[in-house]
T-cell receptor, first 114, second 114 residues
Framework: QKEVEQDPGPLSVPEGAIVSLNCTYSNSAFQYFMWYRQYSRKGPELLMYTYSSGNKEDGRFTAQVDKSSKYISLFIRDSQPSDSATYLCASLRELTGGGNKLTFGTGTQLKVEL | DSGVTQTPKHLITATGQRVTLRCSPRSGDLSVYWYQQSLDQGLQFLIQYYNGEERAKGNILERFSAQQFPDLHSELNLSSLELGDSALYFC?????????????FGPGTRLTVL
């Protein structure tokens, strides 16, 4: 079982729709939770991060974490064609010796259509 | 633009060869991370360096090695290359090595092994 599970999609929605992207994780040692956006053949771009259960909002994006159920969500309001990309959830934990390890889900491919 | 730079953008080589990928972190960042992204494995953590010292290891093959230099740039060396090593290689950087910190990714190097 992978430590971070994510539905690969693809997910296709009309412009203006609310998009819900979800991940689950299994390792209780994860402390930070991130969402990255990756356009085709580009580097992942950090969208949002949070370390506690609850919601965090930034413009059209809302990240939600439920540590009791080990569930991570990203909501995109008023989706735009420019939001078409692969969205990667990731969980970060500190390792023995002080290093960090970021574990990624497989990514969900999103297409927002006109 | 994350501020992380990687060279070269593309690399085509043959099996059995050795290549070196280069990364310059964001100004002021002390930690450098290397990741491999392939279609079947997704984005996998390879190794972390902090201020010149190895801090954490992930799924890095023995044929691969990395180092971080006094000016904080890092190199990933891949030797005895196999077809399966064809992938995108990303470098990321963050401010510190102790504790948790968000990582910012470079544009990647696309390696093709023929």
């Amino acid at each position: 079982q992978k430590e971070v599970e994510q539905d690969p999609g693809p997910l296709s929605v009309p412009e203006g729709a609310i998009v819900s992207l979800n991940c689950t994780y299994s390792n209780s040692a994860f402390q930070y939770f991130m969402w990255y956006r990756q356009y085709s053949r580009k580097g992942p771009e950090l969208l949002m991060y949070t370390y506690s259960s609850g919601n965090k909002e930034d413009g059209r994006f809302t990240a939600q974490v439920d540590k009791s159920s080990k569930y991570i969500s990203l909501f995109i309001r008023d989706s735009q064609p420019s939001d078409s990309a692969t969205y990667l959830c990731a969980s970060l934990r500190e390792l023995t010796g002080g290093g960090n390890k970021l574990t990624f889900g497989t990514g969900t491919q999103l297409k927002v259509e006109l | 633009d994350s501020g992380v730079t990687q060279t070269p953008k593309h690399l085509i080589t043959a099996t059995g060869q050795r290549v070196t990928l280069r990364c310059s972190p964001r100004s002021g960042d002390l930690s450098v991370y290397w990741y491999q992204q392939s279609l079947d494995q997704g984005l996998q953590f390879l190794i972390q360096y902090y201020n010149g010292e190895e801090r954490a290891k992930g799924n890095i093959l023995e044929r691969f090695s990395a180092q971080q230099f006094p000016d904080l740039h890092s190199e990933l060396n891949l030797s005895s290359l196999e077809l399966g090593d064809s992938a995108l290689y990303f470098c990321a950087s963050s401010g510190g090595g102790q504790g948790l910190d968000t990582q910012y990714f470079g544009p990647g190097t696309r390696l093709t092994v023929l």
